[in-house]
């Protein structure tokens, strides 16, 4: 059972990911967790896996709030790579075939 565990949280290269791709995976796992917590039975085997699941929740706000708290703290990502390309000339395309005119 321990290897399933473990298995399940191996995921994509962590090289490959973006650290807001990876925020972004952390977060949407929270949500799971805390859905599946509120739809357990209240029985034995319920009550063991809510404990279970609100350490997890736990311990995964913690790493999300970390990450927004980084952020909010200019050490998150460089604000230059969230600049938007500059916008393409106003001339239009031309295929080459049509001259340039003073109305194209």
Request: proline share 11%; charged share 45%.
């Amino acid at each position: 059972m321990a290897d399933e565990r473990d298995e399940s949280r191996v995921g994509p290269d962590p090289a490959a990911v973006t650290p807001g791709e990876a925020a972004a995976a952390r977060e949407r796992a929270f949500w799971e967790t805390r859905r599946r917590y509120h739809e357990l039975d209240d029985d034995e085997a319920g009550r063991r896996e809510k404990r279970r699941l609100s350490k997890e929740s736990r311990r995964m706000n913690l790493e999300v709030r970390m990450h927004r708290y980084a952020r909010s703290h200019d050490e998150g990502p460089d604000p230059a790579d969230l600049r938007l390309p500059p916008l393409p000339d106003d001339e239009p395309f031309r295929d080459g075939d049509e001259p340039a005119g003073p109305g194209r």
